[in-house]
């Protein structure tokens, strides 16, 4: 689905479907691109309404974390895909299908402090934080 | 990928780990690999006049440092921007919180960086 998804935009428009910079670029103000950067976003959203409607359990809230640490997390999340330029989607798994260099070293590190991070939350705080 | 307990046990091989994310991701790139190279081939996309991709090609300290700090909100949170967007649709207060601090992340970067940008070429 996601990476039909990316195939089906980059016909379309010829662009890379990476969610943090589509919701950065929305962020940055009005540009030429603000229409399908809205377009996807709704898409997304609309996406997340018919998982809730049709597969409800599909979606859940992290049992192990509290809100700060998820607060915390999202302002990580927002910061570093910024300062990378990609994340999940646009350097997991676009950069990568496009056998982009950047985009191996940054998922790479991702992935590293990724299992680096959940783990420790299982060492040094039981699992739960 | 919107269970959020999904994926911190993906990202955590000493708890309950569960491997199935992996699977998400690589069918992904599959998905997107079959298609990808004959798409690139045609000279424009159906609707726009040329494919605008990613041309950097540098690896540096920025890169790296992002992304890892992207990784220590992932594993801190269980979301990543795509499903945590998704998973807001749901209305749980974890969701939610995520993406407004994302969005803040976010905005706060771009706004610092722009400065430097500008301080850079005066």
Known sequence: MIGLAASLLLLSIGRVAGISGIVGGLLQGTNADTTWRLLFVIGLVAGGFSIVAFMPSAIAE???RSLLAVGAAGLCVGVGTRMGNGCTSGHGVCGLTR???RSLVATLSFMATGF???T???LFFGGAL | ???ANKVINFLNPLGEWDPSLAFVMVGAICAHLATHRFIIKRPSPLFAAAFSLPTAAHIDR??????????VGWGLGGFCPGPGVVSAAGFGPAALTFVGTMVAGMVIFQRLDRGDEAAGSA
Request: hydrophobic fraction near 50%; proline fraction near 4%.
């Open chain 1, 99 to 101: 056998f982009s260099k």
């Open chain 1, 116 to 118: 680096a991070t959940a």
């Open chain 1, 120 to 122: 420790a939350v299982q």
């Open chain 1, 62 to 64: 992290p049992d192990s």
């Open chain 2, 62 to 71: 920025r890169l790296v440092i992002g992304a890892g700090l992207f990784g």
């Open chain 2, 1 to 3: 990928m919107t269970d």
